[in-house]
């Protein structure tokens, strides 16, 4: 009798155990008391998508934005595109803003990424952000002045600030620039990570 009031404490002890793991299991976007978007310390961790630069010897020699670029997806978000090929409710990309240098390498004249300059974000969410275009609300962790730390979170970006520019260029990849990650490209709705390759 009681070894087998010990052994169902047990399992329900477990049980709960279990559930609590579960419920763990948080989304990336995580908000302050006030509703601001917290920065994920743990970005670098996710899926890197793709890069891409625009350097002033390329627009005239004032490019609006001389500056080299590298996407991060969450891991969730990730695995919901490639199995699905959308972007689901909680999807996380992070834009790191780095500052484009040019050098003279042994591969060849170049340009290399300097320093981060800022973190732009998005995040999917159609009940937060029911009233944005695609339902993404649009933010940014800005360098502090004068201090090598970035802003800790960040409220929500206005549409004239962000997100008119992604709905004019755009709207067709529900408002992601694809065209720039090959790794999105090749991975959506495919259930495979990784380069294209033939059927064995
Ligand atoms: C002038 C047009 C323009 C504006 C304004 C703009 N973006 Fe973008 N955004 C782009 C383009 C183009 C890309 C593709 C990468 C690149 O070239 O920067 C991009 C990429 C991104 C990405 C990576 C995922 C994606 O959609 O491709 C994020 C995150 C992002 N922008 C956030 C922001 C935030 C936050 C703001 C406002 C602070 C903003 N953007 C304002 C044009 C714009």
Same mark, same amino acid.
Request: aromatic content about 16%.
């Given at each position: 009798m009681f070894k087998n009031l010990l052994k169902s404490t047990l399992a329900s002890a477990f049980l709960i155990c279990g559930m609590s793991t579960v419920g763990l &299991?948080?989304?990336a976007a995580q908000y302050d008391v006030e509703g601001q978007l917290k920065l994920p310390t743990?970005?670098?961790?996710w899926v890197f998508v793709g890069a891409n630069t625009s350097p002033h010897e390329l627009n005239?020699?004032? &490019?609006p934005f001389n500056e080299m670029r590298a996407i991060y997806i969450d891991r969730a978000g990730y695995d919901f595109w490639k199995t699905n090929g959308t972007f689901k409710d909680g999807t996380f990309l992070i834009k790191e803003v780095m500052s484009a240098t040019r050098y003279e390498g042994t591969t060849g004249n170049g340009y290399a990424a300097g320093d981060i300059v800022a973190l732009a974000a998005m995040v999917k969410d159609s009940t937060r952000f029911a009233e944005d275009a695609g339902q993404w609300g649009f933010f940014r962790f800005p360098k502090l002045k004068d201090s090598k730390y970035f802003a800790k979170t960040s409220e929500q970006y206005a549409e004239d600030r962000c997100s008119y520019c992604h709905v004019a260029a755009a709207s067709e990849t529900?408002?992601?620039?694809?065209?720039?990650?090959p790794v999105l490209r090749d991975a959506q709705g495919t259930g495979r990570s990784g380069v294209p390759m033939k059927a064995d």
């Open positions: &299991a948080q989304d743990d970005y670098r961790e005239d020699g004032k &490019a529900d408002m992601v620039f694809l065209e720039h990650y």
